[in-house]
C-alpha cells in the first residue's frame, strides 16, 4: 500500500484531501444514516415472529463490527500518512474476522432451524429436549453438549475470535515492523517514515487474520449454501443466507489482487484494496437489515390486508345473522383453496375467496379436518410449526378428557384422581413442549399474562419431572422426589450400556416419565384455552394467509393436497 494512496517517499505526513478521498469520507456519513435506521427498525420489531426466529443478535453485533471496519476503510485513504502505527494492522486483526465470525454463526442458525422445524412437519412430533444430567460437575465435554444451540455456537466463535485476537497479539510482538527495540530480528522495515509506513501494510504478519477470514468464507459459507439447498422459507432468510454467503467469496482473493499485482495500481488510485472486502460488506448489509426490514413491511401489509378480511368477514356475519355455518365453511375451504369446483357441485368465486377465506371458521375448519398441510407448510416455510403443533395437540389431549375430568363440579373418587393424574401428565408434556422457555425449543409466542398462569400451575412440575435444577440420577432416576415411572425395562444395566442408556433416556422419559406429586387446584380441562385463542390468532393473521397465497399459486402441489384432502376426508 502507498502508491495506490497517491503516498511516495518524499510525500509529507499529513492529510491526503483530493476529490476522490472527499467522496469516500461523505459516502461513509450517506450509507451510515440507512444502516443505523435499519438497525433501529428492526430492534423495535423484534419481537415479530419472522424476526424472533432469526436471533438479531448475532446478525447485528456482526454487522456493527464490520461497519465499523468499513468506516475504517473509507477514511483510511485521507488519513493514512497520520494515522497511529498499526492502527490498520489491529482493526483487520479484530473488527473485521470477528465481525465475519458473528456473521457466519447466526448464518448457521437458519439450518439449524430448518432441521428443528422439519420434525414438526409431520403431526405427533415435539422437540423436548430433556439433557440427563451430568455425573460429574467437571465434565466439561458432557457440560457443553448440554448446551442450548446459541451457547454452542457463541463458545465455538468466541473461541476462534480469542484465537485469533491471539495470533494478532503475537505477531505484533514478534515482528519490528511496529517497534524495533524488541521482536524477532530481521522483521524490521527500513527508509522513511513514510516508507516504513507503507511496508507495514502488507508481510507475513497478516496471514492470521488472511487465513480466518478465507477460512469463514470459504469453507463454511460453501458448506452453509449447500446444506441451504433444499430449503425453501417463506421470510427471505434463504435468500439474506446464500446472497450473504456469496457475497463473502470475491473478497479475499480480490484484496490480495489488488495488493500484489501491479496492473492493478490504476485501480487502486481510486478503489482501494480493502474496498473490495467492503464490497461484501455492502451486499451483506442489504440482505442483513434491508431485507428482512422489506420482509417486516410486506408481513404488516399481509396483516393489515388479513384483518380488514375478518373485520369485513365479521360484519357480514353479523347482518346475515351468523347463517353461514361449520358446513359451509369446509366447503368454502376446499373450494377456495385449490379454486375447484365441490361434488355437490358449487363454484367458489375469488370475491368469495376474499370476504370468507381469511375467516376463523376456516382455519378452524382446516385445523379439524386435515391439519397435516398446514402444518407441513408452517414448519418447511415459515419455520413456525410448533404453532399448529400446540393446536393439534391441545385438541387431541381435550377430545382424550372423559367426561368426568371435564366437569369440575364432578364427585372425585380414586378412578376420577387416576385419570386426572394421568391427563395432568400429558398436560405436562405440552407445556414442556411447547409453552415452558427453558424446555421448549422453539416456545409459543403467547401473552405474558398467559405465560405466568401456565407456568404457576406446570413451571415446578415440570423441573422435577425433566431434571431442571433437580439432580436425578441416570442410573437410579426413579428415587426423584415428586416422579415416577411406568415400568418398561426389568434387566439391569451393564457397565457397558452407559452410552444406550444416555442416548435412549430422552425418549424413554418423554413417553414413560410421570409427576406424582400434588395437582394444583388451577387445573382443568380449560387450562389451555387461553393460549389455543392467542395462537389460533397469530395463525390466522400470520401463517394462514401465507398458505392460501402459496397453495394457490402452486399448482402441482395444490392438486396432491386437494387430491389427498378430498379422498381421505370426502366431499
Not at 186 to 210: D, F, M
Not at 216 to 245: E, F, Y
Not at 420 to 436: C, G
Not at 506 to 530: L, M, R
Request: some cysteine; charged content about 20%; hydrophobic content about 45%.
Amino acid at each position: 500500500m502507498g502508491s495506490e494512496l497517491e503516498l511516495n517517499a518524499e510525500s509529507k505526513p499529513d492529510r491526503t484531501i483530493t476529490p476522490v478521498r472527499i467522496w469516500w469520507a461523505c459516502w461513509a456519513g450517506v450509507w451510515t444514516v440507512p444502516i443505523v435506521l435499519g438497525i433501529a427498525y428492526l430492534i423495535a420489531h423484534r419481537n415479530m415472529p419472522i424476526l424472533r426466529v432469526r436471533g438479531l443478535g448475532l446478525s447485528l453485533s456482526a454487522i456493527v463490527l464490520l461497519h465499523m471496519y468499513w468506516i475504517f476503510v473509507q477514511l483510511h485513504s485521507t488519513f493514512y500518512a497520520v494515522e497511529p502505527q498499526a492502527c490498520g494492522y489491529w482493526i483487520m486483526g479484530t473488527w473485521l474476522p470477528c465481525g465475519i465470525a458473528l456473521f457466519h454463526a447466526s448464518n448457521s442458525r437458519f439450518l439449524h432451524v430448518a432441521k428443528l422445524q422439519k420434525r414438526y412437519a409431520q403431526p405427533g412430533n415435539c422437540l423436548i429436549d430433556f439433557r440427563p444430567p451430568l455425573r460429574s460437575k467437571h465434565d466439561l465435554v458432557g457440560r457443553f453438549r448440554r448446551l442450548s444451540y446459541t451457547a454452542k455456537v457463541l463458545i465455538i466463535v468466541g473461541i476462534s475470535m480469542l484465537i485469533q485476537v491471539f495470533l494478532t497479539a503475537l505477531m505484533y510482538i514478534i515482528s519490528r515492523k511496529w517497534h524495533s527495540s524488541w521482536g524477532i530480528p530481521g522483521t524490521e522495515v527500513h527508509g522513511t517514515a513514510l516508507e516504513q509506513k507503507i511496508e507495514r501494510g502488507r508481510g507475513w504478519e497478516w496471514w492470521p487474520s488472511v487465513f480466518w477470514q478465507f477460512f469463514w468464507s470459504w469453507i463454511i459459507a460453501p458448506m452453509v449454501l449447500w446444506k441451504s439447498r433444499n430449503i425453501h422459507d417463506t421470510q427471505g432468510w434463504r435468500i439474506q443466507t446464500i446472497g450473504c454467503a456469496l457475497a463473502n467469496l470475491p473478497a479475499i482473493p480480490m484484496w490480495h489482487i489488488a495488493l500484489y499485482v501491479p496492473a492493478m495500481a490504476p485501480v487502486n488510485e481510486y478503489w482501494l484494496p480493502g474496498q473490495w472486502i467492503c464490497l461484501s460488506i455492502y451486499f451483506m448489509e442489504i440482505f442483513t437489515i434491508f431485507l428482512p426490514c422489506w420482509e417486516v413491511m410486506r408481513h404488516q401489509s399481509l396483516h393489515r390486508v388479513t384483518l380488514d378480511g375478518i373485520a369485513l368477514q365479521g360484519s357480514k356475519t353479523t347482518i346475515n345473522s351468523r347463517t353461514k355455518s361449520f358446513t359451509s365453511a369446509s366447503t368454502m375451504v376446499k373450494g377456495m383453496i385449490f379454486g375447484l369446483k365441490s361434488r355437490k357441485g358449487s363454484v367458489t368465486t375469488k370475491a368469495s375467496f376474499d370476504e370468507s377465506i381469511l375467516a376463523m371458521s376456516a382455519l378452524e375448519f382446516f385445523l379439524e379436518d386435515n391439519p397435516a398441510p398446514l402444518q407441513e407448510f408452517a414448519a418447511l416455510r415459515e419455520f413456525s410449526g410448533e404453532n399448529i403443533a400446540f393446536l393439534t395437540t391441545v385438541t387431541e389431549w381435550k377430545r382424550s378428557l372423559p367426561s368426568a375430568a371435564r366437569d369440575s363440579t364432578a364427585p372425585s373418587d380414586n378412578n376420577v384422581k387416576e385419570l386426572t393424574r394421568e391427563h395432568f401428565n400429558r398436560a405436562l408434556h405440552i407445556y414442556a413442549d411447547f409453552v415452558s422457555l427453558r424446555h421448549a425449543e422453539f416456545p409459543i409466542n403467547i401473552t405474558f399474562k398467559d405465560l405466568k398462569k401456565l407456568e404457576r400451575i406446570f413451571d415446578s412440575p415440570t423441573r422435577i419431572l425433566y431434571g431442571d435444577n433437580c439432580k436425578v440420577d441416570t442410573i437410579a432416576p426413579f428415587e426423584t422426589p415428586g416422579f415416577s415411572f411406568r415400568p418398561f425395562s426389568t434387566s439391569a444395566p451393564s457397565e457397558d450400556s452407559e452410552k444406550t442408556i444416555r442416548s435412549s433416556f430422552s425418549d424413554d422419559i418423554k413417553n414413560e416419565a410421570e409427576y406424582s406429586g400434588k395437582i394444583p387446584e388451577e387445573f382443568d380441562a380449560t387450562v389451555f384455552d387461553d393460549s389455543v385463542q392467542s395462537i389460533k390468532f397469530l395463525v390466522l393473521t400470520n401463517t394462514w394467509p401465507k398458505f392460501i397465497r402459496t397453495f394457490r399459486t402452486s399448482t402441482n402441489y395444490s392438486n396432491s393436497l386437494e387430491a389427498g384432502m378430498w379422498n381421505e376426508h370426502g366431499p
